[in-house]
């Protein structure tokens, strides 16, 4: 997932400390509640330490019922990460661990689809890539264990439910 729609409003601020704007953070519920309806079952959100991912993942933890904060985890190396970042993170998950959803930025999130998927995807502020994995276990991860099955993108979500 990259994170939500972000503020430039204001000056002085950092990239790393730029917070959601309103829309943004409109989207993180909404994505959320569409994941939710969706009934994919999240075992742990893993998101950058920037602001606005952090405010992303908050916003899912907190519209999910049944995720809790204790299964958020915030990572420095996904700030602006390439897509080797998450493959790494990936690779060192615990295997009770079933879906992670990653939270990071552009563009590292739309490299990853990529690769990951094999054909190249847009990725706007709070959409999400959903993938299959074969793998067996997490530490056996790699390009080819995985398929994409949907992008989900806000515009197309909040559009769908209305």
Known sequence: MRHAKSSWKTPGLTDHERPLNRRGERDAVQMAKFLESAKIKISRVAASTARRADMTAKALVKTIDSLEPKQLESRDDFYLAAPISYL???????????????????????????????????????????????????????????????????????????
């Not at 094999?118 to 299959?132: K, L, N, Q, S, Y």
């Not at 949907?150 to 439910?161: A, C, G, Q």
């Open 88 to 162: 790494s993170y990936l690779k060192e998950l615990d295997d009770k661990v079933s879906t992670v959803i990653l939270i990071g930025h552009n563009p590292g999130l739309e490299s990853l689809v990529e690769l990951l998927g094999g054909r190249w995807e847009t990725m706007p502020t709070a959409a999400i890539a959903c993938f299959d994995c074969s793998a067996s276990s997490w530490s056996d991860v790699g390009p080819s264990t995985f398929r994409l099955d949907h992008v989900w993108r806000p515009k197309e979500v909040l559009e769908h439910y209305r």
